[in-house]
């Protein structure tokens, strides 16, 4: 255990546990036990037992603290909740985190996999069944090892629910909620067209409560603590915490916990300062040193800089990068994490990724890449043509001078002045 | 609610018949799959259910209305 000197914002915690290379910091409500004995009993000892409102009662605490999906959707949880409240409802625990970049999920499961599990047996309690399924990554092994090992430590405790543990294959859409839906049903673990939401015609046609693995470590918390303490921290009527991933791609991972309304210059290490922030991940959307300074972690500020926290992975450009150049390269992999199964995605995507490579090197056509964001946006089975279009469109938004100075040649972003085309 | 057509796009080949029986409200993009540019105004509600039941993928379907 080492001292951090990165703010958390709420609560000033430091110590640091490593989980697979990335840095986990000891947090106020979901971290606060990282780096402590994971176990059962060490987690019933620390907590108790499980708290169990009823379906109103936990329906109206997530509506009190505006308790949002943490996937990257944000969607409202007691919408889902009550929606999923009837016959043959099930649970499942979306723990696949397919974003390379992102790894709260992977760094949560595996300090504090029972609080994760703790709130999907709130909720499989309160939709009356006991059919839990576990999606959980493959390229991650140690997040599989530690649900199955949490869920024998419940089994043999006497917890009456069937867990049922997935592993999802290694790529960037096969966490998507209709993927994982279809991964369940024994099918190719792929995006389909959703018609309509899971809460409704979920597993099998059957309401499905699929939520992101930290979403019910959150319920789990809200459940223990009640939404007055829960909601002792936060920003405006979002009230809590939130996992944040720092630096995702880097050299250095950190996972985070902050409270809803933290200054980003708070968590951001002293290099990222005045540079611009690509939030929100690959999908996200990019925000320059002006706005990034001003910028607090919550859904009201994100929406006025035009970006969305999504899962909470915050990427720093580095100090030589060029924000043409990183988007170019995230969306040349993003291109090649198209499923190819439908035909805006599979054609416009590397078409987009080679327009803006170009954008790069001084060659590109600026109205070419809008057009093919418009061709893209929208138009598929999953919103991976969607968060590619934002990312791109961000970029054309935020960087009009950095644009003009590649088509002139130059690229000014970087510490230094380098020419991108002689 | 009004009526809008929404392609089920994993099934989609652009075989781009929707867009010939119903150019007022789709059009082909440069890699011929359909562009749903707005929602389909009532009088042309028969023309719509028309193209949901003649593509061959089966891959668009009238929502709303």
């Known amino acids: 255990m080492t001292t951090s000197s990165i703010g958390t914002g709420w609560p000033a915690a430091g110590q640091v546990t490593s989980v697979g290379g990335v840095d986990v910091l000891r947090g106020g409500v979901l971290l606060a036990d990282a780096g402590a004995d994971a176990s059962w009993v060490a987690h019933r000892r620390r907590l108790g037992p499980l708290h169990q409102p009823d379906l109103t009662t936990l329906a109206d605490w997530c509506r009190a603290v505006d308790l949002r999906g943490r996937g990257g959707a944000a969607f409202p949880f007691a919408t889902k909740l009550t929606a999923a409240a009837r016959r043959r409802a099930l649970v499942v625990v979306n723990a696949s985190e397919g974003e390379p970049a992102s790894h709260k999920d992977a760094a949560l499961v595996t300090v504090a996999p029972h609080l994760v599990l703790d709130g999907a047996a709130v909720a499989a309690r309160v939709l009356g069944t006991t059919e839990v399924h576990v999606v959980v990554p493959s390229e991650r092994p140690g997040v599989g090892s530690a649900v199955r090992t949490a869920i024998a430590e419940r089994q043999r405790a006497g917890e009456r629910l069937r867990w049922r543990v997935h592993q999802a294959q290694a790529a960037f859409v096969a966490g998507q909620a209709r993927a994982v839906i279809e991964l369940i049903g024994g099918r190719e673990n792929l995006p389909v067209t959703a018609w309509a939401p899971e809460a409704v015609a979920g597993h099998r046609g059957r309401p499905t409560l699929l939520s992101n693995a930290e979403t019910f470590a959150q319920v789990a918390a809200l459940a223990r603590l009640g939404p007055a303490a829960y909601g002792r921290v936060g920003q405006g009527a979002e009230r809590g915490t939130t996992l944040v991933t720092l630096d995702g791609d880097g050299a250095h991972p950190t996972v985070l916990e902050v409270a809803f309304g933290t200054a980003l210059v708070d968590v951001l290490p002293d290099r990222a300062l005045g540079r611009p922030v690509l939030v929100g991940g690959y999908h996200g959307a990019w925000v320059g040193p002006q706005d990034v300074a001003g910028l607090t972690i919550d859904r009201a500020a994100m929406t006025e800089v035009g970006a969305r926290l999504g899962a909470g992975v915050v990427l720093p450009l580095a100090s030589d990068g060029c924000p043409l150049t990183r988007t170019a390269e995230i969306a040349g992999y993003l291109a090649g994490q198209s499923a190819g199964r439908c035909g805006p995605c599979r054609n416009g995507l590397p078409a987009l990724a080679t327009e803006v490579a170009a954008l790069a090197t001084g060659t590109g056509d600026v109205a070419r890449v809008g057009e093919l964001v418009g061709l893209v946006a929208g138009r598929g089975a999953c919103a991976h043509p969607d968060g590619t279009a934002q990312l791109v469109r961000t970029l054309l938004l935020r960087f009009p001078a950095e644009l003009d100075a590649h088509r002139r040649g130059w690229c000014s972003l970087g510490r230094v002045a380098t020419r991108v085309r002689p | ?65």
């Open chain 2, 1 to 65: 609610m009004s009526a809008r057509l929404r392609v089920d796009w994993p099934s989609c080949d652009a075989h781009g018949l929707c867009a010939e029986l119903l150019p007022e409200v789709i059009h082909l993009d440069e890699w011929g799959y359909p562009v749903v540019a707005q929602e389909v105004p009532p009088a042309l509600l028969p023309l719509a259910r028309q193209v949901v039941r003649s593509c061959p993928a089966l891959a668009i379907r009238l929502v709303g209305g």
